[in-house]
């Protein structure tokens, strides 16, 4: 069991620092039209065209299957075996809401990685569906992709609201991660939840805000 939370903190923990970088990445979208559609696809080009940052993608990739596979296991294990020493504890004395329901938050975010990928990864990297046209500078045109699925009413509440469960996942997964890989200390602890609530506010309310932006541009 250590094992699976283990891999599951590890990776969780990596995630978290690549939401920190996508974040800053897509907040060239709050800029003005001209200069960030120019910003964005320069941006984008460059990452896919770096060897260094491919390999980061893979790791990506394989963080986020692991921690999926992992998660789930626990989670399957958790319910399975009540009674057991390692069950999750349902009492609101000894847990919290956010922790009984990790994996019901997971399957949100999950739904969210599936439908963001649909709608970037495999049409920028794997050319399915429509063509993506270029920019003025001959880079792959990104930022129309993300302007025209943001001006879908639908998409855009889609990818607003689901920051909700995201920010509850983010603020117990990374108290619980550090603690997990042997943190424990009592001050830091402390320190850590308010760190934890601050990332999970500031990555929620990030993501979550971008859509609405680009939607009433």
């Known amino acids: 069991m250590f ?17 920190i970088v996508h974040l800053s990445a897509n907040a060239i979208l709050l800029l003005p039209e001209t200069t960030a559609r120019e910003l964005y696809n320069s941006y984008s080009t460059a990452l896919r065209e770096n060897l260094f940052i491919t390999l980061i993608a893979y790791l990506l990739y394989i963080s986020i299957i692991l921690h999926v596979v992992y998660a789930a296991i626990i ?3 958790n319910t399975k075996s009540k009674g057991e020493k390692y069950k999750v504890n349902h009492n609101n004395k000894n847990s919290t809401w956010m922790s009984q329901n990790m994996g019901f938050l997971g399957v949100f975010i999950l739904l969210f990685i599936v439908v963001h990928l649909a709608n970037f990864w495999a049409k920028i990297k794997l050319g399915i569906g429509e063509d993506v046209g270029v920019d003025v500078n ?3 045109d990104v930022y129309e992709v ?3 699925l943001f001006h879908n009413m639908y998409f ?3 990818y607003s609201v689901l920051m909700i ?12 991660a550090f603690m997990t890989l042997g943190f424990y200390h009592k001050k830091g602890l402390r320190l850590l939840a308010k760190i934890s609530l ?8 990030g993501f979550g805000i971008i859509p609405l932006f ?4």
């Open 214 to 217: 680009v939607y009433f541009k």
């Open 198 to 205: 601050a990332y999970a506010i500031i990555m929620s309310v």
């Open 146 to 148: 993300t302007s025209f």
């Open 3 to 19: 094992f699976r939370k283990s891999i599951v903190a590890a990776t969780g923990l990596f995630l978290c620092i690549f939401l």
């Open 75 to 77: 989670t399957f294990r």
């Open 165 to 176: 469960p995201l920010g509850f996942h983010l603020y117990h997964g990374l108290k619980s």
């Open 156 to 158: 855009m509440l889609f």
């Open 138 to 140: 001959g880079n792959v």
